[in-house]
């Protein structure tokens, strides 16, 4: 009996290295410690947190760690790119029905600007310096 009860857990224990793998982490003390306050703030073991950020962070589902301000920002940014896409759209629309395109140039110029604003925006955002430009303030 003894002999069937090794074999069995020889052969548990070489199927569960085959399909999990260990990973060791060295961190600082400090390190150590915010990790640490950050698992006890969410009600989780230290490991269990890390595993969980990581793989957050691996699918890119990381948004807990964004400040707030910058998701405030991108909501913003992704409310302004809704509306210029909708009044592209409704310029298309306006565009068929008259079988002639108003100034289509302008058009994909002003996304041309969009898109090196939300460039620099972005690259604003990810070295943390400024503010971004105020929009309203011009008028528009």
């Known amino acids: 009996m003894s002999d069937k009860r090794s074999d069995y857990q020889r052969d ?14 060295v961190l600082s003390a400090s390190e150590h410690a ?14 269990t947190y890390v595993k969980r950020r990581t793989l957050e962070a691996h699918h890119g589902q990381l948004d807990a760690s964004v400040p707030e301000e910058l998701l405030e920002q991108l909501a913003d940014l992704d ?23 108003l100034d289509e140039q302008e058009v994909f110029m002003n996304i041309h600007l969009l898109q090196a604003e939300l460039k620099a925006a972005i690259a604003r955002a990810a070295s943390g310096q400024g503010e971004p430009p105020d929009y309203d303030a011009g008028g528009a």
């Not at 224990?13 to 999990?20: C, E």
């Not at 640490?36 to 989780?44: I, L, M, Q, T």
């Not at 409310?79 to 395109?101: D, E, F, G, K, L």
């Open 12 to 25: 548990y224990q070489k199927q569960y290295q085959a399909r999990t793998k260990r990973v060791n982490l």
């Open 34 to 47: 915010s990790v640490k306050k950050s698992a006890a703030a969410s009600g989780e073991a230290l490991a």
């Open 79 to 101: 409310r302004v790119i809704r509306t210029i896409a909708n009044n592209v759209n409704q310029m298309a629309r306006h565009s068929n029905r008259i079988a002639h395109v």
